[in-house]
């Protein structure tokens, strides 16, 4: 009995999911190549194909960049979920990619090229979390009002049903009573709390 007691705790422990670690991902940047793609005077998404590449940002917290390798690039607000490889300056290029034509839509999420990564709903206890994570960031100046029309994509990650990682549009710039600028947030999940990728 007690051999069968040892063998369904470490079976247990070895089907939990996995949590993310913030080490885990990364946020890039779509540049278009050729340039020719400019930004839209769009209220609606926009979608598009075009060649270009991911310019990967170094994290505020000085971990390192992704190795030389291969990343999973993910953009849900685009649909777009594919590996490719990067090369030691943290770049990736790419013969065709799903972007968004308005203004500041050009974050990408970048996962480890294994991540099993589901698009889902964002379930309205997180939506109410990542507004809380949003209205702390200094550009928003706490106002509830830049909030409005946020949009949310969610990306799961251990096989839960429920996102680890969202990527928003909206304001991204709040002054002087209205909003200066749109553009994109990318936030992980911490158990209940959700904080900014930097």
């Avoid at 990682?165 to 749109?182: E, I, L, M, P, R």
Wanted: glycine share 10%; aromatic share 6%; net charge negative.
């Amino acid at each position: 009995m007690r051999w069968l007691a040892l063998v369904f705790v470490a079976t247990t422990a070895a089907a939990a999911p996995a949590t993310p670690k913030p080490d885990d991902a990364w946020i890039g940047v779509f540049r278009p190549d050729p340039p020719g793609i400019g930004p839209c005077d769009c209220d609606k998404p926009t979608i598009v194909g075009a060649a270009g590449e991911v310019i990967i940002l170094a994290p505020g917290d000085g971990t390192p960049l992704p190795e030389f390798g291969d990343v999973a690039l993910v953009q849900p607000l685009t649909g777009m979920n594919l590996v490719a490889h990067v090369t030691p300056h943290g770049r990736v290029r790419l013969p065709l990619f799903a972007i968004d034509r308005r203004d500041g839509a050009d974050a990408v999420l970048v996962l480890p090229p294994d991540a099993r990564v589901a698009f889902v709903a964002i379930a309205p206890r997180d939506a109410a979390a990542i507004r809380i994570a949003l209205l702390k960031d200094d550009v928003l100046a706490g106002v509830k009002r830049s909030l409005v029309g946020l949009e949310v994509g969610g990306v799961d990650i251990d096989g839960d049903h429920r996102a680890d990682f969202a990527v928003t549009y909206g304001c991204n710039a709040w002054a002087d009573g209205a909003c200066q600028s749109k553009g994109e947030f990318l936030l992980m999940r911490h158990g209940e709390l959700w904080r900014e990728l930097q």
